[in-house]
């Protein structure tokens, strides 16, 4: 497995250029380290927004791929969560005991009121299926963290849920896609896996019980044994 910072996260720089962070501007980033690794195709994993940069590599370079893993995606070409969904797993949440501060950080935030970055760190307990010691720990970790504050804006540049061909909308990929959610998952919910899996017509959906935005770090056993089939099959 090769795994890569990309443009402004962990420890890659961020570009002078803040177009060339954009997530379908990045596809050709992967395309330049499949080249360096002189392989011929590849397996490629994408997690949450990752996975708009995964679906923009595997449209535009179709036979450099051999099948894609999408987990937990936030949509197919932009962020595209239910909202209804979202607030339906957080309210399932209200029995636990760090409920009322994150929900007060949620109205808060909703509100446009108080900090945005401490108010986030508060709602992190609603993306993860147990909010315990481990979720804590990968939760804050300030390794993978994007290096400037305008990295999500540039990113999410030319985003788009169309399909007339303005901007970087859905396209579907002709390889063999597992999408992962998780059920517990409160950052973005089900419901842009689903749409990911109905778009790519050789995709299989799976939901994990019991897990948030990060099912490895949560269930590493089911993940590995349900990501190991998938690729043995493909």
């Known amino acids: 497995m090769v795994r890569f910072d990309p443009r402004g996260c962990g420890r890659s720089a961020a570009p ?16 330049a380290l499949r080249e360096h690794l ?3 195709r590849i397996d490629l994993l994408g997690h949450s927004a990752g996975a708009l940069t995964a679906q923009r590599y595997a449209a535009g370079f179709p036979h450099r791929v051999r099948s894609l893993v999408l987990v937990t ?3 197919r070409a932009a962020r595209e969560p239910d909202p209804a969904e979202l607030a339906a797993l957080r309210a399932a949440r209200a029995a ?15 509100a446009g009121a108080g900090d945005p970055a401490a108010l986030a760190r508060r709602i992190t307990p609603f993306f993860w299926g147990t909010w315990n010691e481990r979720a804590r720990a990968a939760a804050f970790d300030p390794a993978p963290a994007p290096a400037a504050p305008w990295m999500r804006e540039a ?6 849920t169309s ?7 859905p396209e579907p990929v ?4 597992l999408v992962v959610a998780g059920e517990r998952d409160g950052m973005i919910g089900t419901a842009p896996a689903r749409l990911v899996a109905a778009l790519h017509p050789d995709a299989r959906l799976v939901v994990l019980p019991g897990v948030g935005h990060r099912p490895w770090v949560e269930d590493p056993v089911g993940f590995a044994a349900l ?5 043995d099959g493909a």
């Open 73 to 75: 995606p936030v949509g």
């Open 174 to 177: 002709p390889v063999p896609v």
């Open 96 to 110: 636990e005991p760090w409920y009322p501060d994150a929900a007060e950080a949620d109205a808060l935030l909703a």
């Open 155 to 160: 990113f999410y540049a030319g985003a788009s």
């Open 227 to 231: 990501v190991g089939e998938f690729l």
């Open 163 to 169: 399909t007339d061909g303005a901007g970087a909308g």
């Open 16 to 31: 002078a250029d803040r177009a060339s962070c954009a997530f379908a501007a990045q596809a050709a980033d992967v395309e």
């Open 38 to 40: 002189d392989a011929d």
